[in-house]
């Protein structure tokens, strides 16, 4: 007699002598680490090196021909590190020129795309549309562009795989991201200011101008106006006159605002919407505060919607 303990050893052995039963088809891998791709040697100098990386961050990642990993992971990816190369992306992104940057995402998108309809039962899709949305078009993401996830926008406004409705919505933010664009004319506007007196945007003459949509109850705003107030550079150039700094508030409860005009520092150009022009004509995209814009004396776009760390930095090498 054969004891149990012998038994599981002695059958598995004569399994693997004699071949018995069908053979097992081996698990699909559901992990791996993200597939990098690598930079061609022709490309030497720093800047074609980025401008390459962007444009081809996630072509083996969207490899169409690639399906050894199992469907119902994120192409083999764990979620957290696509989410990490997603936010190293955005970075990337922000380190190229806003044409090179739209054309990046461009491609980007065209390969999701089309990875998605090849692979209609994987979450990858869906999972890489919300973290594109979450780093660059999140108002509180520190690399949100609007340019840049507008070309994004557009190409969902089109998308064979969302319905009709997700694309209607992705049209209209298309449309409303494409206001005020980088490189293209600021739109004008009237407003009042706290002593009374009547102004307009393109009225505002100074080399480089910071336009902010605030709010003296808003903590971000009360900060970015410390941290301009912090660097001696900055104040320079506004006791120069080479920037002005224009705050607009843009909510209704003017009594309010009026009531604490102190929070701004004098040497600012503070007034309101006194046309309710910026969000009820659309003037603006606006969908948090502070909402900051930087000019050039022509009323160009230099900066749009740009996060505090983005203004002031670009004001140090002004």
Not at 54 to 66: E, G, I, M, Q, R
Request: charged share 20%; aromatic share 10%.
């Amino acid at each position: 007699m054969i004891s149990k303990s012998r038994f599981v050893p002695v059958l598995l052995l004569a399994l693997v002598l004699l071949g018995c039963g069908p053979r097992r088809t081996p698990a699909v891998p559901s992990s791996r680490s993200f597939p990098r791709v690598e930079i061609p040697s022709m490309y030497t100098d720093a800047d074609s090196r980025v401008k390459w990386l962007a444009s081809h961050f996630w072509d083996k990642y969207l490899d169409t021909t690639v399906t050894s990993w199992a469907t119902d992971s994120l192409n083999g990816v764990k979620p957290l590190d696509l989410e990490k190369e997603m936010g190293t992306y955005a970075t990337l992104l922000g380190l190229v020129s806003v044409a090179d940057g739209k054309a990046a995402v461009g491609r980007y998108y065209s390969s999701l795309q089309d990875y998605g309809m090849a692979n209609p039962s994987s979450a990858v899709f869906r999972e890489m549309v919300r973290l594109t949305g979450f780093y660059l078009n999140d108002p509180n993401s520190p690399v949100r562009n609007d340019d840049l996830y507008q070309s994004f926008a557009a190409g969902l406004a089109g998308c064979p795989l969302l319905p009709l409705s997700e694309r209607d919505r992705h049209a209209w933010e298309a449309q409303m991201l494409d206001l005020n664009h980088v490189g293209g004319p600021a739109a004008d506007f009237a407003y009042i200011d706290i002593n009374g007196r009547r102004g307009t945007l393109y009225g505002v003459e100074a080399e480089y101008i910071v336009l902010i949509f605030g709010n003296p109850d808003c903590s971000a705003c009360t900060e970015l106006m410390e941290s301009m107030s912090a660097i001696p550079s900055v104040v320079e150039m506004q006791s120069s006159g080479r920037l002005k700094v224009v705050d607009i508030y843009i909510d209704e409860e003017v009594s309010e605002w009026r009531a604490k005009a102190d929070t701004y520092p004098a040497s600012w150009i503070n007034g309101y919407d006194c046309e309710s022009a910026v969000n009820g004509k659309h003037l603006y995209h606006i969908r948090a505060i502070p909402s900051i814009y930087l000019l050039d004396a022509s009323k160009t776009v230099l900066l749009k919607d740009a996060p505090e760390e983005r203004l002031l930095q670009r004001l140090g090498s002004l």
